[in-house]
């Protein structure tokens, strides 16, 4: 709480926590706040600008939409606080959208990764009990973990499929079994393996997970529901129920989707998914709202 007091104090929390709670608190307690609020407004604003940084795809259309959003953000700030001053990070943002020019999305050039391999490092410097040269230590750690790797076959590219535990199921006793002996080409009472879980290029994806199948004519975001994950020869197949997309709710900064009655299913592998992030979809804590949000990571 201390550190939520002060405006100029730490928050407490790690980027990725920080970007986490950020997508998601107007979700938590949007509810609470009017519709026309300015400070919530500087909120969404930074959300638009975050949409567009993050995204791993760009267009030099939108990196003209995003210098606009900063200079809307950093004046809005300055309005809405007359008696602060933009900090560094506000005036990096600034240089983003000419980045972007030169070196393409700026997703792929971030160092969260480097930083979180720091974790090694910091977590054992509180247990090896070395102060005198905690440097050489870390160091000859670090080279031990890294022969391990090595001499262990392990490898950045090994186990890009993983699949979890589940059970051998008959296609006959599965709902919507025929749709699903069309599309693997299998006969109905065949053995088909229902996973619990998958895990693709380090990406875990579990039932009832949201993912972006398809998107419509107007470039909408289409989502599918995970309803199984099902392994048969050698390959995973995600068998999806698909959800209706209504719109985008701004307020919220979510996408707005709602099942559907006839519950329509469809297939994808995961190479083939529009995006291959698995998401969340969330309730409001609005009374009587029926809808469910999906809070995007970037511009989808």
């Given at each position: 709480?201390?550190?939520?007091?002060?405006?100029?104090?730490?928050?407490?929390?790690?980027a990725?926590?920080?970007?986490?709670?950020?997508?998601?608190?107007?979700?938590?307690?949007?509810?609470?706040?009017?519709?026309?609020?300015?400070?919530?407004?500087?909120?969404?604003?930074?959300?638009?600008?975050?949409?567009?940084?993050?995204?791993?795809?760009?267009?030099?259309?939108?990196?003209?939409?995003?210098?606009?959003?900063?200079?809307?953000?950093?004046?809005?700030?300055?309005?809405?606080f007359?008696?602060?001053?933009?900090?560094?990070?506000?005036?990096?943002?600034?240089?983003?959208?000419?980045?972007?020019?030169?070196?393409?999305?700026?997703?792929?050039?971030?160092?969260?990764?480097?930083?979180?391999?720091?974790?090694?490092?910091?977590?054992?410097?509180?247990?090896?009990?070395?102060?005198?040269?905690?440097?050489?230590?870390?160091?000859y750690?670090?080279?031990?973990?890294?022969?391990?790797?090595?001499?262990?076959?392990k490898?950045?590219?090994?186990?890009?499929?993983?699949?979890?535990?589940?059970?051998s199921?008959?296609?006959?006793?599965?709902?919507?079994?025929?749709?699903?002996?069309?599309?693997?080409?299998?006969a109905?009472?065949?053995?088909?393996?229902?996973?619990?879980?998958?895990?693709?290029?380090?990406?875990?994806?579990?039932?009832?997970?949201?993912?972006?199948?398809?998107?419509?004519?107007?470039?909408?975001?289409?989502?599918?529901?995970?309803?199984?994950?099902?392994?048969?020869?050698?390959?995973?197949?995600?068998?999806?129920?698909?959800?209706?997309?209504?719109?985008?709710?701004?307020?919220?900064?979510?996408?707005?989707?709602?099942?559907?009655?006839?519950?329509?299913?469809?297939f994808?592998?995961?190479?083939?998914?529009?995006?291959?992030?698995?998401?969340?979809?969330?309730q409001?804590?609005?009374?009587?709202?029926?809808?469910?949000?999906?809070?995007?990571?970037?511009?989808?």
């Amino acid at each position: 709480m201390n550190a939520l007091r002060s405006p100029d104090g730490a928050s407490g929390q790690k980027a990725g926590q920080m970007w986490c709670l950020v997508r998601h608190l107007p979700l938590m307690i949007g509810d609470l706040v009017p519709a026309e609020d300015e400070h919530w407004e500087l909120l969404l604003a930074l959300l638009d600008c975050t949409d567009l940084i993050f995204s791993p795809v760009i267009s030099k259309g939108q990196i003209i939409y995003l210098e606009q959003l900063i200079a809307d953000h950093h004046k809005l700030f300055l309005e809405l606080f007359p008696d602060r001053h933009l900090k560094p990070k506000h005036h990096f943002m600034l240089h983003y959208p000419s980045a972007m020019r030169l070196y393409g999305p700026l997703i792929h050039l971030w160092v969260m990764r480097f930083e979180a391999f720091h974790n090694f490092s910091r977590r054992l410097s509180h247990i090896m009990c070395n102060f005198q040269n905690a440097a050489k230590t870390l160091a000859y750690r670090n080279q031990m973990l890294l022969c391990y790797n090595l001499m262990s076959g392990k490898t950045l590219m090994d186990k890009s499929l993983e699949v979890g535990p589940g059970e051998s199921i008959i296609l006959a006793s599965m709902k919507d079994s025929a749709a699903i002996a069309q599309h693997l080409n299998m006969a109905l009472y065949d053995d088909v393996f229902v996973a619990k879980w998958c895990r693709c290029n380090g990406t875990e994806y579990r039932k009832n997970a949201m993912v972006v199948a398809a998107k419509d004519d107007d470039g909408c975001p289409l989502f599918g529901k995970i309803r199984h994950i099902l392994a048969f020869r050698s390959a995973v197949t995600l068998m999806l129920e698909m959800w209706h997309t209504v719109g985008f709710e701004r307020h919220y900064h979510a996408h707005i989707v709602q099942p559907i009655d006839a519950q329509p299913v469809a297939f994808s592998k995961v190479d083939d998914l529009i995006d291959f992030h698995p998401l969340q979809a969330n309730q409001s804590y609005r009374r009587g709202c029926a809808l469910y949000y999906i809070s995007p990571r970037y511009v989808l």
